[in-house]
């Protein structure tokens, strides 16, 4: 799981504080497997080691696209 906790540390807290904490984890981890899934050479350099800047920083603007999208939808922003 140390991978995930290196992604979901990119999220802004702001985000993390918004949704209800029985919900958070189920968010967090989904939201894991969808960048896993979809964009697997990006989670596979989070993975393996530590990511270059640029990594760290694609990851920043995917992971909190996902999260301001999916917080719209459930108008939490």
């Known amino acids: 799981m140390i991978t ?10 702001e985000y993390l504080k918004k949704i209800p904490k029985i919900f958070r984890k ?3 981890d989904n939201t894991c497997k969808l ?7 990006l989670y596979k350099a989070f993975e393996d080691g ?3 800047d640029s990594q760290k920083q694609e990851m920043t ?3 909190n696209g996902i999260f301001e ?7 939490m922003l």
């Open 4 to 13: 995930n906790e290196k992604i979901i540390a990119l999220v802004k807290p």
């Open 26 to 28: 189920h968010a967090t």
């Open 35 to 41: 960048i896993a899934r979809e964009h697997s050479e």
């Open 50 to 52: 530590e990511p270059t």
């Open 61 to 63: 603007d995917l992971v």
């Open 69 to 75: 999208e999916r917080m719209k939808k459930h108008s």
